[in-house]
């Protein structure tokens, strides 16, 4: 059985009708605009017009990542960089949330990969991982800010288990990825292809480097995600580090900024969180909230080992909306 529209639209006269709709709605859209008093070309979005245009990404003669230099006089090189940024530049709110979560994520990431003597580059590969959010999951279950998997986790010393999940801790996970990259560094030599076994796994880059016998990351034919997975880092380095070059305009006031949280050091096993919580003046929602480690509304804790919790008073909570205003 066929549809009006159907029917109507395989017709001269359908055509033609469709045709009249089309400029109907296009003159009651005009009518609308000028009603408002407002210039069809220039729309409006506050006091700034809406782009008119879509234009290419800015991208440098020269680039760097980790130390090492993207080889950008290769064609297949520049082109999957250009491919990257043209993404990523037109994913606005994706790369708004990145820009206002770097201010609270970068602080507590910058430091702990200097201590170890990781290239700080490195922040990129959180943002390219999990857009900087701790509480990410993935369909292959890799979780938190590094997306790391439950066995990885184990082998570099992480604990998972029905209460705790340090995947989701932002200090323990980025101390451990930071192990990972150092390894994956010995074994394949370069810094570029230790951010590519990230992805791809130390056998993975291991086997692809002796089978092709190259060793730059960008002499390698991989699979798509890896092939383009260094390219997204330094892509959301680009941006990230001149956000006003790709039309990203974000005032201080408008970043999510390091709350002034305080530790308590646990020793014992905790039965209700949430009694617990309201004993330290904050509530169980917030002690989630700036705990996403903590899986449960328990914490079970073996003999000899501690936790520290974070927490924020309710009273401290209204105030950082309040300071940040100011």
Same mark, same amino acid.
């Given at each position: ?11 001269? %006269?359908?055509? !033609? ?5 089309? #400029? ?22 506050? @006091? ?19 130390? +090492? ?5 290769? !064609? ?6 250009? %491919? ?33 003597? *990781? ?6 590969? $959180? ?8 509480? $990410? ?8 800010? %590094? ?31 930071? @192990?990972?990259? =150092?390894? &994956? ?5 370069? %810094?570029?292809? /230790?951010?590519?076994?990230? @992805? ?24 798509? +995600?890896?092939?383009?997975? !260094?390219?997204? *880092? ?33 020793? &014992?096993?905790? @039965? ?21 480690? #903590? ?14 919790? =974070? ?7 209204? /105030? !950082?909306?309040? $300071?940040?205003?100011?």
């Amino acid at each position: 059985m066929h549809t009006l529209a159907e029917s109507s639209s395989s017709s001269p %006269w359908g055509v !033609v009708l469709r045709i009249i709709l089309l #400029l109907a709605m296009a003159g009651g859209v005009g009518v609308l605009l000028v009603q408002h008093n407002v210039n069809p070309s220039m729309a409006q979005v506050g @006091n700034r017009p809406l782009p008119e245009r879509c234009e290419q990404p800015y991208c440098p003669d020269t680039v760097w990542f980790a130390g +090492e230099r993207v080889p950008l006089e290769l !064609v297949d090189v520049r082109e999957s960089l250009d %491919w990257e940024l043209c993404v990523a530049a037109n994913w606005h709110s994706h790369i708004l949330l990145m820009l206002k979560r770097s201010a609270r994520i970068f602080p507590v990431i910058e430091p702990l990969l200097r201590a170890q003597g *990781i290239p700080d580059d490195f922040k990129y590969l $959180a943002a390219a991982e999990s857009s900087l959010n701790p509480r $990410a999951t993935s369909p292959a279950k890799a979780v938190g800010t %590094w997306q790391i998997l439950e066995g990885t986790a184990r082998d570099y010393g992480l604990v998972v288990n029905a209460d705790v999940d340090e995947r989701y801790h932002l200090e323990k996970s980025t101390l451990a990825v930071c @192990n990972y990259l =150092k390894k &994956s560094r010995m074994a394949h030599g370069s %810094w570029t292809m /230790a951010a590519a076994a990230y @992805n791809i796994g130390h056998g993975g880059a291991g086997r692809q480097m002796a089978q092709q016998a190259q060793q730059s990351y960008y002499d390698l034919y991989l699979n798509v +995600e890896t092939g383009r997975y !260094v390219f997204r *880092i330094i892509a959301l380095k680009l941006i990230m580090e001149h956000p006003e070059r790709y039309g990203f305009y974000l005032h201080e006031r408008d970043k999510y900024q390091p709350l002034p949280s305080r530790e308590i050091v646990v020793d &014992s096993t905790i @039965n209700d969180l949430s009694s617990w919580a309201q004993c330290q003046g904050t509530n169980f929602k917030m002690v989630k909230w700036l705990n996403p480690w #903590l899986r449960s509304s328990s914490l079970h804790i073996d003999s000899g080992r501690t936790y520290r919790v =974070k927490i924020l008073t309710l009273q401290e909570r209204n /105030a !950082v909306y309040t $300071a940040g205003k100011k």
